[in-house]
């Protein structure tokens, strides 16, 4: 995906091709948000929309997927895509709960 699409330029540099990730989170069924570079910002929309009973969807610019829920007084990181950010994710919601990540 391209800078403009995401809209703003990246604030980390990663991976060879030099290109930083950036992400939008929405919720299930929903409209995506603005874009963020940051992993802390996303997986505090993620939680928002978690905790509140709802699946939120964080994508990122690299292509990966991650679904959020909270089940049972903890939150699960189902990742979709090759990329290590949905561990990540979920090591930041397990600051503010129980975390299970699934298929990783």
Known sequence: MSAVVWGQPAL???GAGGEGLRFRVRAEG????????SLVL????ARAIA?????AVVASS???????RWVDGRFVVVPWGPESWP???GRLLS???HE???GC
Not at 42 to 45: G, L
Not at 62 to 68: D, E, F, L, Q
């Open 42 to 45: 996303a997986a505090a929309q």
């Open 30 to 37: 929903g409209e995506f948000g603005p874009v963020v570079s």
């Open 12 to 14: 980390f540099v990663v």
């Open 51 to 55: 905790v509140a009973g709802g699946t």
């Open 95 to 97: 600051e503010h709960g």
């Open 62 to 68: 690299a292509g990966t997927v991650a679904s959020v």
């Open 87 to 89: 561990s990540r994710c």
């Open 100 to 102: 299970e990540v699934q």
